[in-house]
């Protein structure tokens, strides 16, 4: 099972940027689907972006389409989150999940979770 460390949050002025990175290990990340969620207190964790296993394959929630852009690389074992735009309903804690299914979907099974890394954006 993977295990996967996210990195990259922080503190930012609305319309500023921020790059998050979730790195695994684990050998089946080439193999899995990977995804980012987010969770603001006193709401329940939501999907943001997904990308399949060769990276050919992108979802979006609707609240992030065309701000945000999820990318990986395999020989790094590493996804990404591009956050461009940001708005302060962004604010949350972000995970990244592994996603058996390789091809991906707009709802992932995410059978692995990193610990998270917060992103605040500031009005």
């Known amino acids: 099972q993977e295990q996967l460390v996210e990195s990259g949050g922080g503190l930012v002025q609305a319309g500023g940027s921020l790059r998050l990175s979730c790195a695994a290990s684990?050998?089946?990340?080439?193999?899995?689907?990977m995804a980012w969620f987010r969770q603001a207190p006193g709401k329940e964790r939501e999907f943001v972006a997904d990308?399949?296993?060769?990276?050919?394959?992108?979802y979006y929630s609707d609240s992030v389409q065309g701000r945000f852009t999820i990318s990986r690389d395999n020989a790094k074992n590493t996804v990404y989150l591009q956050m461009n735009s940001l708005k302060p309903e962004d604010s949350a804690v972000y995970y990244c999940?592994?996603?058996?299914?390789?091809?991906?979907?707009?709802?992932?099974?995410?059978?692995?979770w990193g610990k998270g890394t917060q992103v605040t954006v500031a009005r």
């Open positions: 999940g592994a996603d058996p299914h390789p091809y991906g979907d707009r709802n992932p099974s995410v059978i692995s």
């Open positions: 684990g050998r089946t990340f080439n193999s899995y689907a």
């Open positions: 990308i399949s296993w060769s990276g050919g394959t992108t």
